[in-house]
Nanobody, 120 residues
Framework: QVQLVESGGGLVQAGGSLRLSCAAS????????MGWYRQAPEKQRELVAI???????TYATSVKGRFTVSRDSARNTVSLQMNSLKPEDTAVYYC??????????????WGQGTQVTVSS
């Protein structure tokens, strides 16, 4: 099994910055895309940013220019640098990774989530 553990959430004032990190552990073979989703109260989970194994990044329109996703494939980690935070960024942020096993099958793995709260 593969586990993802997030860290770095917290409370910040509008305009501030936070950095989220996610570390994978367990029976890892390789990862495809890795990234971050978020879910605000009474809303559906949505993509924030994702980065492929080749380094191609995709961002939600609402965070472009403010958030930066990065990964260290050697260490099986993915990070999210969040700048110029807004109250509407308040949500539980989930790390996601597409784990590819030795058979070539892909399994989506989720972290437990970390709360980010931005005060106005």
């Amino acid at each position: 099994q593969v586990q993802l553990v997030e860290s770095g959430g917290g409370l910040v004032q509008a305009g501030g910055s936070l950095r989220l990190s996610c570390a994978a552990s367990g029976s890892i073979f390789s990862f495809g895309a890795m990234g971050w989703y978020r879910q605000a109260p009474e809303k559906q989970r949505e993509l924030v940013a994702i980065i492929t194994s080749g380094g191609i990044m995709t961002y939600a329109t609402s965070v472009k220019g403010r958030f930066t996703v990065s990964r260290d494939s050697a260490r099986n980690t993915v990070s999210l640098q969040m700048n110029s935070l807004k109250p509407e960024d308040t949500a539980v942020y989930y790390c996601y990774a597409a784990h590819v096993n030795y058979k070539g099958s892909v399994e989506g793995v989720w972290g437990q989530g970390t709360q980010v709260t931005v005060s106005s």
